[in-house]
Each structure stands twice: as C-alpha cells, then as structure tokens.
C-alpha cells in the first residue's frame, strides 16, 4: 500500500510562490504516474500537473508557465513549484499516485494541504 503525504502549503500573496512536496512510502514504481490535483470551495477537484513514467509533464492551461511539477524517484517525492500565484490558486492540493495519468487509475491519495492566496 502506497502511502502519500503532502506538505509545504501556506498562505501568500498574490505575487507569491510555495514548493509543495509530496512523500510517498511504500513501494514505488518508478513507471507509473504521480500528479497534483486541486480542490477549491465548493469546486469538483481538478487535475493540476502530472508526471508520467517517461518524464513526460501536463498542466492544467490555467497553471502553464506558473507551475513546475518534479520527481525524484530515489527520494519518493513529488514536487510542485508554485510561481505567479493568484487568488484563484487558493485551494487544498493533493498529491495522486496511479498507474497510468488518468482520474480514474489513481490508487493512492494523499490528505491534502492547504494554499491560500490572498490579493
């Protein structure tokens, strides 16, 4: 069983940046997909960035060119780089681990931190 916990969020202001990371234990596989989705108030949670087994990134259009997912697959942890945020960033962000870059394969879920961005 794959566990995930999150961690590095705070409050900022609009401007800002925060580095979330993302420790997994367990056993990883160094081929499957690790991702960041977010969830704001009253809000669905949607997929942010994700980082497949080749190294290959996704972003929300919303968050390209602001936000940097990373992998060390030695250390087991997944990182976010947060630059530009925006009050509209302000969510709880959470980690995901699953077998392919698809909603519906994600097996493993962290608890979620918080960011808020305030203008």
């Known amino acids: 069983q794959v566990r995930l916990v999150e961690s590095g969020g705070g409050s900022v202001q609009a401007g800002g940046s925060l580095r979330l990371s993302c420790a997994a234990s367990?056993?990883?596989?160094?081929?499957?997909?690790m991702a960041w989705f977010r969830q704001a108030p009253g809000k669905e949670r949607e997929g942010v960035a994700s980082?497949?087994?080749?190294?290959?990134?996704k972003y929300a259009d919303d968050v390209k060119g602001r936000f940097t997912i990373s992998r060390d697959n030695a250390k087991k942890t997944l990182f976010l780089r947060m630059n530009a945020l925006k009050p509209e960033d302000t969510a709880v962000y959470y980690c995901?681990?699953?077998?392919?870059?698809?909603?519906?394969?994600?097996?493993?879920w962290g608890q979620g931190t918080q960011v808020t961005v305030s203008s």
């Open positions: 367990g056993y990883i596989y160094s081929s499957y997909c």
């Open positions: 995901a681990y699953g077998r392919i870059c698809s909603k519906e394969y994600y097996s493993s």
């Open positions: 980082f497949d087994g080749y190294g290959i990134t």
